[in-house]
Structures are given as structure tokens and as C-alpha cells.
């Protein structure tokens, strides 16, 4: 077998993590909510992809499965709330625009792992 497929950062072994969220905005109370919902994603070192949809680059299943259960650790009481893992090869499929113009996904962050 190839020794690229048992690479430790193999493209279908390392997750992205996406976070989407629709969060309630009405009152002041509502807004500080979200604010420190967006907050705790960016402080677990999650990216904004979109005003409400969130993203982190995991190594494994393992370490994508620790910022899931932080998230829902977090979850505001009110609104709607995904999260979606999906390989960093399906990542690389996509395609992103902005107005006509196609632009290059970014690579994901290159990221210090203590043993």
C-alpha cells in the first residue's frame, strides 16, 4: 500500500468542522447570547466562513469529535444550531464565488499538536 494513504494528515482521515447557526437578535439579551456563542467558536479556534456558518480543520475524527462536544457544550438556549463534519477532500470540492469571480478555497491552518 501506499504510504500516502497512512499519512497522519490524510485528506479523507482530517475533518473540517462546520458550524451554522440562525440566533435569535430581538433584544439585548438575545444579542449578548449570540455574541458569546460566536465568541466561544472563534476562542476554540473555529473561522468564519459566513456571517452565521463557522469552520475548524481537525486532524482526526477523534479531535473533530472534541470541538463537536464543545459546541454543543455551548449551544445558546434559543435558535437553530447545525454542525457538520465532512473530509478535508470533500472540502477541497468546493466550489466558492464571490459575485462571478471564483475564488481559491483556503488550505487549512497549519496547527501545533502536543503529545
Known amino acids: 500500500m501506499d504510504e500516502k494513504y497512512f499519512s497522519r494528515l490524510n485528506q479523507y482521515r482530517s475533518l473540517w468542522v462546520l458550524v451554522f447557526f ?6 439585548r439579551k438575545d444579542r449578548k447570547i449570540a455574541t458569546s456563542f460566536r465568541k466561544k467558536l472563534l476562542d476554540d479556534g473555529f473561522a468564519m ?10 486532524a482526526s475524527r477523534e479531535n473533530a ?7 454543543k457544550k455551548n449551544l445558546p438556549p434559543k435558535g437553530k444550531v447545525g454542525i457538520m ?5 470533500q472540502f477541497g470540492m ?3 464565488f464571490f459575485g462571478t469571480s471564483k475564488q481559491e478555497t483556503e488550505p487549512p491552518s497549519q496547527q501545533l499538536e502536543l503529545f
Not at 463534519?85 to 477532500?89: E, F, N, Q
Open 22 to 27: 440562525d440566533l435569535p437578535t430581538e433584544t
Open 49 to 58: 466562513f459566513q456571517f452565521s456558518i463557522y469552520m475548524r480543520f481537525c
Open 65 to 71: 469529535d472534541v470541538h463537536i462536544k464543545r459546541t
Open 85 to 89: 463534519s465532512i473530509t478535508d477532500k
Open 94 to 96: 468546493m466550489e466558492v
